[in-house]
């Protein structure tokens, strides 16, 4: 009887510690912040191994003072992260294709707490943003594709990117200019951007994205190919991350 209570205790003792190893899998130390402090900067003018890298036929890589994304297979997303995580922030990044089709997307990813959770910022080289967000490996956009006359478009075109996150709100910035979402009324709903008359059908334009779905998370880089791809790279360069001031007013 004894034997089998010490074997009973010590299967406990080990589920017990199944289970902990399970929870602590999504304990994460979030960076605390002030707003306008300074929480991380690089040029990528050094060996860092604070971002994720990989290798083979959709690739991300830091080389020649840059994070370069590549891809050779079709309907894919690569991105490259950064370690550390946040809960407020202030994104900024420069992103430039250097080959590819125009209409790649291309941009950041933001409260990503693993592969199937996180929001992404996404640009076109011929004019075009949007965003999305990833919930449970489950995609939604939350603002589809509009021109900007903001970006510089084509293959080779410099853009500075910057996303402000604080709380359950979020700002959207190209080249310094704020820019405008297309919302559903209907969170289930999808909206539509017309892209002829300016109007945003079945929702309306916002320039703060109000969404809880996800709280803390890393932020990155990121190239996503709808279809077939033709060789995009993308280069990415002078990231800063800084503590959320208070959003801009409208």
Not at 31 to 57: C, I, K, M
Not at 99 to 112: E, M
Not at 176 to 199: A, K
Not at 215 to 223: A, D, I, L
């Amino acid at each position: 009887m004894r034997r089998f209570f010490i074997f009973a205790t010590l299967i406990l003792i080990f589920i017990a510690l199944f289970q902990l190893n399970r929870i602590s899998e999504d304990w994460h130390y979030i960076v605390p912040s002030e707003p306008g402090e300074l929480l991380y900067a690089s040029a990528f003018d050094d060996v860092n191994d604070t971002w994720e890298q990989s290798e083979g036929r959709n690739a991300a890589f830091i080389s020649d003072g840059a994070i370069r994304l590549t891809v050779q297979e079709p309907d894919t997303q690569v991105y490259s992260s950064l370690a550390y995580y946040y809960d407020d922030f202030d994104l900024s990044v420069d992103a430039q294709a250097v080959d590819g089709d125009l209409d790649n997307g291309f941009g950041v990813i933001f409260r990503q707490k693993d592969r199937e959770n996180f929001y992404s910022f996404l640009i076109s080289s011929d004019g075009f943003y949007r965003v999305m967000r990833r919930v449970d490996g489950e995609p939604r956009t939350l603002s589809n594709w509009h021109p900007s006359p903001y970006i510089v478009q084509n293959i080779g075109a410099l853009n500075r990117l910057r996303v402000v996150g604080q709380g359950d709100q979020f700002q959207f910035f190209i080249n310094d200019q704020r820019v405008d979402l297309c919302i559903p009324d209907n969170p289930d709903g999808v909206s539509t951007p017309n892209n002829f008359t300016g109007e945003c059908t079945g929702g309306q334009w916002l320039d703060t994205l109000t969404d809880e779905s996800i709280e803390y998370g890393r932020v990155g880089v990121t190239v996503v190919v709808d279809g077939q791809p033709i060789g995009p790279e993308v280069l990415f360069d002078n990231v800063v991350v800084l503590g959320a001031s208070p959003l801009a007013d409208s």
